[in-house]
C-alpha cells in the first residue's frame, strides 16, 4: 500500500468525514493530530448512535431538559430534588417515576427530556402513547405474536407510557397491558404521565382489583410529582389571539 496518503488512509478506514474537520495546522503536531481525529472520531459515533437510539425510542417531539420550565406548580416528592430526578439515579434501582395532574403542564415534556437524557447516556429507552401500545399488544394476541412483541423489551431499561387515561381501554386490553407492565415489575423503569388520580383508574380499567393492583405495582418503587397550573398550551393560544 506504498504511496498511499493520510486522506487515503482514512478513507479506508471510513475517516474521511472526520479528516475534512481537523485543521491543517494539526498536521505540523503528529501526536496532536491523532489525539484530535480520535476524538471527533468517537464523537461522531456517539452522536450517530445517540440518534439511533432516539429512533428506536420513536419520541414523537424533541423535547429537552435544557428548555424546561420548573414552574411553582410542580411538586416533587419530599426526598426526591430535581438534581436528583435528572440525573436519572431511579434508574439504577428499577424505580419509576409517576407524573400525575393537569393537561398541559409539562408532564410529557419532562417524560420525553428524561428519556432523551437516558438515551445520550446509553440507556435503552421506548415511548408510548398508552393506547397504541395496547393496540399493538391487541394486535400481537390476534396474530398469535404477543410473545415476541414482549421479547421486544427484553434489553429495555426505561419505558415511558404517556397520557394513561386519556381514552378507557378494553377489558382485553387491560388486561394485557397489566400483564405488560407486571413483567417489567422490578426489572425496568417506568415513567408514566396521567392527568387522572390514581382514584379515577378505574375509568380507564373497568375492574377495580385490576386497578389496584396495576397501581400497586407502579407506585411500588415510584417517585409521584404533581403537576398543577393552567395549561402551557391554552395560555401560549391565548396570548397568540390577542
Known sequence: MTGQTLEDYCKKLRLSH???NLPRASFEAPEQFITDLFRLELETRQQIKLERMEKLAKFPVPKSLKNYE???DIFLPAHLDKETLVSLDFLKRQENIVC???PGTGKTHLA????RKACSEGISTKFFRVNNL???LESALKKQQLASFKKRFET???IILDEMGYLPLTKEGAELLFQLISDWYEQKSIIIT???EFSQWNRVFMDSRLTAALVDRLIHHAHIIGFKGESFRLKNSLSKSY
Open 18 to 20: 472526520i479528516i475534512t
Open 70 to 72: 420548573w414552574h411553582e
Open 100 to 102: 400525575v395532574g393537569s
Open 112 to 115: 420525553i427530556a428524561l428519556g
Open 134 to 136: 395496547v393496540e399493538q
Open 156 to 158: 429495555t431499561e426505561l
Open 194 to 196: 396521567s392527568n387522572l
